[in-house]
């Protein structure tokens, strides 16, 4: 019989690459469009239409976890799709988004991402391990909560400041759910906050670029999903940043699901986070 073993204590980042071999392998395979937009006819917990490779491309990541439950890890895994799924011990959460991005991945757009979040909590504050594949790109962020924020085996620099012009506007500028309705409503404090705009279609990959000070701020402009943010927001934080969810009762109070509950703001500093947090969404 096997005996339980703590999760917190598996080899997450090769979990997670070997993950991305599986990923990458069924991509090669459905490389159009028209191949990549098939649709299963469901929604996943999160309330997005499933595309077959959405589904896929969960299968591999649950491969993966079944694997480790046969050598007596024990956790609850929280996956865009198909929800909560119990391995055994619902104080240790994997929160999975297969494949973030997947209008992106649909239509050959770079960027979209596998997100991969182990926590010892039910909110953002408890995850401490991110990993983050952008498959555009092809780059890999990780982090373990304490010990700093890494890609592709190079450590990130944390003393890396914002980049602002003479009036105290940020350079660059991430924003998420770019919806154009969603823009306008927001667009008088986007102008005050920036000179320049980028939305790359994937919070995961668009918090990595906060961790990395290639944006010098991010802002989703309606609620993300636990399993968006999860990874990201850790990474950010073990690189020197700061991460909020200003709806929530707390900073990082945001659940560790597959439901909208909050915009996801993230920067290189408090005053900039604040400033930031005040932009209507």
Known sequence: MTSTRSALDADWLAVSRRAVTGLQRM????????ERALETGTRGSGGDRTLEIDQDAEQLVFDELDGLCREGYRFMAV?????EIDYGDDGIR???????????AKRGVPSYALSIAVADGETMADVAFAFVHDFGPSEQWWAWRGEGAWLDGAKLDPTLPERRGRDGRLEVLG??????R?????????????????????????LCQVAAARFDGMVSLRRSRGVDAAAGQLIVREA???????????PLSAPLTADPASPVIAARSSDTLSRLERIPT
Request: net charge negative; with cysteine; glycine share 10%.
């Open 27 to 34: 991509l090669a395979e459905v490389p159009t469009t028209e």
């Open 79 to 83: 996956s865009e799709e198909r929800g």
């Open 94 to 104: 994997v929160i999975i988004d297969p494949i973030d991005g997947s209008l992106n």
């Open 175 to 180: 924003i998420e759910s770019a919806d154009p």
């Open 182 to 206: 969603w823009i306008q409503a927001s667009i008088d404090g986007l102008v005050e906050s920036a000179y320049r705009l980028r939305a790359l279609g994937t919070i995961a990959a668009s």
């Open 240 to 250: 020197g940043g700061m991460v909020s969810f200003p709806w929530c009762d707390g």
